[in-house]
């Protein structure tokens, strides 16, 4: 940001950031397993959640169909890796290209809607999405099971094989995604997104091109919950139509409502409680979704800018 | 033909409950533009009310038509209080914030309703046991139409015509509509626009809880998580009537229905969801405001 | 200061119309706006002022006539390609951006200015951060300019009603525009405020912009302006300097007519 004063509590979140990241290099080192896959998922849900962020708290558009860029990316590595024998690291970069690509394709003719329209067609979307895997459309989707038998990613020859191996690459993905957004945020991308998002007439008589910027911001979330879609794919060694269901996409929007619209400490604290949590608290049974419910209401009613929001008030 | 005659038959009732859903949704919208997401559980809790109290087993064995209207009076009435409750709780202290808060104050709604739904009665599918509705079925040409499909086609209709009539000659309707169009000025008019926007609350998804029950009675099953599909097909068709018109959410029920019905014959049924949101987001780029919906100009 | 000859007007408007609904907002509207004055629009309330902004800004499309810019046509286009062409506006509502400070504010106005990529944007090249870095300067620029640069990193929503029409203004002002159009941009302003707005908007055009402004303020219409259209009820009534105008019998009777019909009763 472009403000020369920043008060003391500022100042010391700015360190908080990065030393979070280095804390958590040590995970593999003091915790157990099990501790470690779920960090790894919370690096990469951590990702995707920023990506919706991108998208919904940033540009302002009602994603709620967001899982799809997720799942493309996961497939596409999938069926690159097992049926045409690609190594991972080489399926990434396409799995970021496509998932952005169908971004682009998807959103193109959609956000001229106004936001409630949006909405609802990108649900129709992720619906329609999922029924085409689950259909093994084209043959290659692998129908309601998925694809199994994913490879792991090789290095100069090393495999990444073992959990604290995937936890560091999934680590340093999430590196990359948040220094992605601290550039987003010191640039006129990013700039533009939150003129769009506060007024969008406003922009255009500035000479923002809107349908552009707003196709730009669904490129860019969707080419990095691509990213994050390769990495969950290598972490279960499958992928299947029910991780990218609807309800999915309804998760990583609350998470940005109820974390903090572009807040990334926000949004990563909202990550943690939707989907950390209840992993946590698998004792709990049936009664996590509905306490889980009750606590997305209150949250909101409490606290409806979010529970860690952006720059200013805390 | 009278497969034809039979698809526009089986459509015409799935078109009536789907109308019934879809007027909750729209009535909502019109006045809070908020997309009620927990209203198709509510509706759905509906039918695991009714089926509650149609194997009760009061009224001993041959409780029939009695038993039956006293199951949709309790399940209407009830939801009908849930939807006031769930408005008090979970939307009006948000009135004042960001629109999206309201968003996933509903999902969490949503949530909490279809996991409470399964606390209370069991995660498995529930059966509608045979014996709740006569066995009766009518010869229409050379189709067939069933007592339950009657039921379902009278019920609907009767109750859209009386909330039609609600809405357009009485007082409180005008209110309600003119809370929809504007509601500082209605408030200015002197309409108590809080009264407005409970009773919208408890008419719609008292609907909607009727048409809930049909569901339930036309499948003869429920199960706890069967709000989104419903609740999400209803709210399809009130966003291609138009969302926020209630003639619009009738009409957006009929199509629907008679578009689902039809293409259930000529699709298979793995794509058959696909083809209804398919037709969603056509509608969407073609005329978002929906068949009835009205275009409304922002002052700048 | 007259258009120097054989230059054609820099704005022209051409017979355009526009209804809504069944109302005739605006009817078979003309007026030209020579390169370097400053040209007011006026008329009572609800005469269709801010609706003829709206169409020259590619916000409403009219329904017929043709909008001309420096000679080129610009009717119905959108309001972006519009601001690329030079025509800067600001808004009666006063549309600064909420929860963003003042420097941020009026960096907008810079964005047809700025050449990096997206890419560049998400990378963080050395490039793009030079290029940060001199926006601010040039932004901190015209906040000195329009004496901002003390609240350059207050919320632009949370000064006073003045200030904050100075910040929109200075965000129109940092995107060189060549035509500068102001809705009402004295309204809420006290005598002090209007007169350094007079100076202020002098020097503007002084700068070599051309202004188009609507105002219901007539210490700010009647001084500083070089010649005035009057429209009631989307029609153009009368046209000419500011003296003209004020002895206008159409015109007192637009803006005075419904109070000796009042009185009469």
Redesign the interface.
Same mark, same amino acid.
């Given at each position: 940001m472009? $403000?020369?004063?920043r008060p003391a509590w500022a100042r010391v979140a700015r360190v908080l950031g990065p030393a979070f990241w280095l804390l958590g290099l040590l995970v593999p080192l003091l915790l157990s397993g099990s501790w470690i896959s779920i960090l790894a998922i919370f690096a990469i849900y951590a990702m995707v959640a920023l990506s919706q962020d991108i998208v919904l708290g940033r540009a302002g558009m009602?994603d709620m169909g967001h899982a799809v860029y997720f799942g493309v990316g996961a497939y596409a590595t999938a069926i690159l890796n097992t049926q045409l024998g690609w190594p991972i690291f080489a399926t990434w970069p396409i799995a970021i290209l496509v998932a952005a690509l169908v971004g682009v394709v998807l959103s193109a003719?959609?956000v001229k @809607? +106004?936001?409630?329209?949006l909405?609802? $067609?990108t649900?129709?979307?992720n619906?329609?999405f999922v /029924?085409?895997l689950?259909?093994n459309v084209g043959n290659v989707t692998g129908g309601p099971d998925g694809i199994f038998g994913i490879g792991v990613p090789h290095l100069f020859g090393w495999a990444l094989s073992s959990q604290g191996a995937l936890f560091y690459l999934d680590w340093l993905a999430l590196a990359a995604v948040l220094?992605?957004m601290?550039? @987003?945020e010191? *640039? +006129?991308?990013?700039?533009?997104f939150?003129?769009l998002k506060?007024?969008e @007439? !406003?922009?255009?008589?500035?000479?923002?091109?809107?349908r552009y910027y707003k196709i730009?911001a669904f490129a860019?979330g969707a080419g990095v919950a691509g990213a994050a879609g390769t990495l969950f794919a290598v972490q279960l060694a499958s992928v299947s139509p029910g991780s990218f269901v609807f309800?999915e996409s309804?998760t990583l929007?609350?998470i940005v409502?109820?974390g903090g619209?572009a807040s990334i400490p926000g949004v990563l604290l909202g990550t943690a409680l939707m989907f950390v949590v209840p992993q946590v608290f698998r004792g709990l049974a049936?009664?996590r979704?509905?306490a889980?419910?009750?606590?997305?209401?209150v949250v909101?009613?409490l606290r409806?800018?979010g529970i860690w929001p952006r720059?200013r008030a805390r | 033909m009278d497969v034809v005659l039979q698809q526009f038959i089986n459509g015409v009732t799935v078109g009536g409950f789907y109308a019934l859903i879809a007027l909750g949704y729209t009535m909502v919208?019109g006045v809070l533009?908020l997309?009620n997401f927990a209203h198709g559980d509510l509706c759905i809790l509906a039918a695991f009310i009714g089926l509650t109290v149609l194997t009760s087993g009061l009224g001993g064995a041959n409780a029939g038509a009695l038993l039956l209207a006293a199951a949709f009076i309790v399940a209407a009435v009830a939801v009908g209080i849930a939807g006031a409750v769930l408005e008090f709780?979970?939307y009006r202290?948000?009135r004042k914030?960001?629109?999206? *808060?309201?968003?996933? *104050?509903a999902?969490? !709604? *949503?949530?909490?309703?279809?996991?409470?739904i399964?606390?209370i009665w069991s995660?498995e599918v529930k059966v509608f046991p045979a014996n709740l509705l006569p066995d009766l079925t009518w010869k229409v040409g050379s189709a067939s139409i069933s007592f339950v499909q009657v039921m379902i086609i009278v019920g609907s209709l009767i109750l859209m015509a009386a909330l039609y009539f609600y809405v357009h000659h009485t007082r409180f309707g005008t209110a309600i509509r003119a809370a929809a169009i504007d509601q500082d000025a209605a408030r200015l008019m002197g309409i108590n626009v809080n009264r407005v926007i409970v009773s919208v609350f408890v008419v719609g998804p008292a609907l909607g809880a009727v048409g809930g029950l049909f569901v339930g009675l036309y499948y003869r099953e429920a199960y706890f998580n069967m709000g989104?599909i419903y609740g999400?097909n209803a709210?399809?068709a009130a966003?291609i009537g138009g969302?926020g018109n209630i003639p619009g959410a009738m009409l957006g029920g009929l199509l629907l229905g008679l578009f689902n019905a039809f293409a259930a014959g000529y699709v298979s049924s793995?794509?058959q969801? $696909?083809i209804t949101?398919?037709l /969603?987001?056509a509608i969407?780029?073609v005329r978002?405001t929906g068949i009835l919906g009205e275009r409304v100009a922002e002052k700048? | 200061m007259t258009a120097p000859a054989g230059e054609g007007p820099l704005l022209e408007l051409d017979r355009i119309s526009i209804s809504f609904g069944g109302l005739r907002a605006v009817d078979d509207l003309s007026f030209r706006v020579a390169q370097g004055e400053i040209k007011g629009l006026i008329g009572p309330n609800g005469a269709g002022k801010t609706t003829v902004f709206n169409m020259i800004?590619?916000?409403y499309r009219p329904d017929v006539g043709a909008v001309r810019f420096a000679g080129e046509p610009i009717t119905g286009q $959108?309001?972006?390609l519009?601001?690329?062409r030079g025509i800067? +506006?600001t808004?009666q509502t006063i549309? @600064?951006?909420?929860?963003?400070?003042v /420097?941020?504010n009026v960096?907008?106005?810079q964005?047809?200015r700025?050449r990096?990529s997206?890419w560049?944007?998400?990378?963080?090249t050395p490039g793009? +951060?030079r290029e940060?870095a001199e926006l601010?300067e040039r932004t901190l620029d015209t906040l000195k300019r329009l004496e901002l640069s003390e609240v350059a990193?207050e919320v632009a929503t949370s000064l006073p009603y003045g200030m904050q029409r100075r910040v929109e203004l200075a965000?129109t002002l940092v995107?060189s525009p060549r035509l500068l159009i102001l809705d009402e941009p004295a309204a809420g302003l006290n005598d002090r405020e209007s007169a350094a707005l007079n100076d202020t908007i002098t020097s503007i055009r002084d700068g070599g912009v051309t202004i188009l402004l609507v105002e219901h303020d007539m210490n700010v219409v009647m001084n500083v302006t070089d010649s005035i259209v009057v429209i009631n009820f989307g029609k153009k009534i009368a046209e000419g300097g500011p003296a003209e105008i004020q002895r206008d019998p159409a015109v007192i009777e637009a803006y005075l007519g419904q109070d000796d019909e009042e009185n009469a009763a």
């Open positions: 472009i $403000a020369p004063r009602y003719p959609i @809607l +106004r936001g409630d329209y909405l609802v $067609a649900i129709g979307f619906i329609i /029924l085409a689950g259909n220094l992605l601290r550039n @987003l010191r *640039s +006129r991308v990013g700039r533009v939150r003129y506060e007024d @007439l !406003a922009a255009t008589t500035l000479g923002v091109d809107a730009l860019i309800t309804v929007f609350a409502l109820v619209q049936q009664y979704y509905f889980f419910g009750i606590a997305m209401i909101m009613v409806p800018q720059g | 919208y533009k997309i709780t979970a202290p948000l914030a960001h629109r999206l *808060s309201a968003v996933v *104050s999902l969490g !709604a *949503s949530m909490l309703i279809e996991n409470g399964m606390l995660p989104w999400l709210f399809i966003i969302i793995s794509w969801e $696909a949101f398919g /969603l987001i969407l780029l978002p700048i | 800004t590619g916000v $959108a309001p972006h519009i601001a690329r800067m +506006r808004f549309r @600064l951006f909420t929860g963003m400070t /420097l941020e960096l907008a106005g964005h047809l700025t990096q997206w560049q944007s998400l990378l963080g793009q +951060r940060e601010v990193h965000r995107a």
